[in-house]
């Protein structure tokens, strides 16, 4: 699954229902269609910025990484995710290799340094013992420590920033309210 692009692609009768009434009416299907990505790709974001699945579960949070927050530490998914729309479609999709991993989880995978010698990071429990001096005596304190590893087979859990089957109803009542907003200004123009 790693390295397909993943997109996002409606499923809902009402919406289809709607679509075709306004497809019906002659109205400019690009802008109504560049209007339904913009407004996905924005819940889109807010998906992963509250850090939730598109049907409100959250996302598992990260194991090795102290203080990062799921598909958002650098930016770089979400960046890369955009929209593209014409008179036939509006697609909402992103091209990052490691999109369909986050999307629907992997067991198993490896990851491999790529810009160092080794990967680094800390598993909880996995201590070093350094010596704390006073005047006194030599105590010895227990500090996390990081492992090094070329490579390591992980596990990551499915964090979905895109709906799989039919669209919430948040998501699906936002894109009804901008089909009917075409509809009103076709019966009206």
Same mark, same amino acid.
Request: charged fraction near 25%; charge should be positive.
């Given at each position: 699954?790693? &390295?397909?692009?993943?997109? %996002?692609?409606?499923?809902?009768?009402?919406?289809?229902?709607?679509?075709?009434?306004?497809?019906?009416?002659?109205? +400019?299907? =690009?802008?109504?269609?560049?209007? #339904?990505?913009?407004?996905?790709?924005?819940?889109?974001?807010?998906?992963?910025?509250?850090?939730?699945?598109?049907?409100?579960? /959250?996302?598992? /949070?990260?194991?090795? *990484?102290?203080? $990062? !927050?799921?598909?958002?530490?650098?930016?770089?998914?979400?960046?890369? #995710?955009?929209?593209?729309?014409?008179?036939? *479609?509006?697609?909402?999709?992103?091209?990052?290799?490691?999109?369909?991993?986050?999307?629907?989880?992997?067991?198993? !995978?490896?990851?491999?340094? !790529?810009?160092?010698?080794?990967?680094?990071?800390? #598993? /909880? &429990?996995?201590?070093?013992?350094?010596?704390?001096?006073?005047? !006194?005596?030599? *105590?010895?304190?227990?500090? +996390?420590?990081? #492992?090094?590893?070329?490579?390591?087979?992980?596990?990551?859990?499915?964090?979905?920033?895109?709906?799989? $089957?039919? %669209? /919430? +109803? =948040?998501?699906?009542?936002?894109?009804?309210?901008?089909?009917?907003?075409? %509809?009103? $200004?076709?019966?009206?123009?």
């Amino acid at each position: 699954m790693s &390295g397909e692009p993943v997109s %996002l692609e409606i499923k809902s009768e009402a919406v289809m229902a709607s679509l075709s009434r306004l497809y019906e009416t002659g109205a +400019d299907m =690009t802008q109504v269609h560049e209007d #339904i990505a913009a407004g996905l790709l924005s819940r889109v974001q807010l998906t992963m910025k509250n850090g939730v699945s598109p049907y409100g579960v /959250p996302y598992k /949070p990260l194991k090795y *990484r102290k203080g $990062g !927050r799921p598909l958002i530490d650098s930016g770089d998914l979400k960046d890369s #995710i955009n929209w593209q729309a014409d008179k036939n *479609r509006a697609v909402v999709s992103t091209k990052k290799e490691y999109a369909t991993t986050h999307q629907f989880g992997a067991v198993d !995978r490896v990851i491999t340094a !790529r810009n160092a010698k080794a990967l680094r990071f800390f #598993i /909880p &429990g996995h201590f070093r013992y350094v010596p704390v001096i006073n005047t !006194r005596a030599v *105590r010895w304190k227990a500090v +996390d420590a990081p #492992i090094f590893a070329k490579s390591v087979k992980v596990t990551i859990p499915a964090r979905p920033f895109f709906p799989a $089957g039919d %669209l /919430p +109803d =948040t998501w699906r009542d936002d894109v009804l309210a901008i089909i009917h907003n075409h %509809l009103a $200004g076709a019966a009206n123009g």
